[in-house]
């Protein structure tokens, strides 16, 4: 069992960064791929960003440029550069394992872009 603590979400200016952070409770989290996944009011929960345990990556088209998502997995923690934001990037965001969101879902952060 994998618990997930999202962080670090608030409300920004259009162009403006933030850095989202996913602390597991786990060692487990060491060996599975991971990502962040976010859901906008109204609209179904969408793939943003994985990572593989080897550190391969992939991003939805809309964040690719924008968004780096890395992972430190001493610590159990992932984490969600967002730079260049616009205000579609408003969502709550979570993080899961990837491709296959097997884990239960945290609280998530949420994320405002304004302008």
């Known amino acids: 069992q994998v618990q997930q603590v999202e962080s670090g979400g608030g409300l920004v200016q259009a162009g403006g960064s933030l850095r989202l952070s996913c602390a597991a409770s786990t060692s487990f989290f060491r060996i599975a791929g991971m990502g962040w996944f976010r859901q906008a009011p109204g609209k179904q929960r969408e793939s943003v960003a994985t990572i593989t345990v080897g550190g391969s990556t992939n991003y939805a088209d809309s964040v690719k440029g924008r968004f780096t998502i890395s992972r430190d997995n001493p610590k159990n923690t992932l984490y969600l550069q967002m730079n260049s934001l616009k205000p579609e990037d408003t969502a709550v965001y979570y993080c899961?394992?990837?491709?296959?969101?097997?884990?239960?879902w945290g609280q998530g952060t949420q994320v405002t872009v304004s302008s």
């Open positions: 899961n394992a990837a491709p296959y969101a097997i884990y239960s």
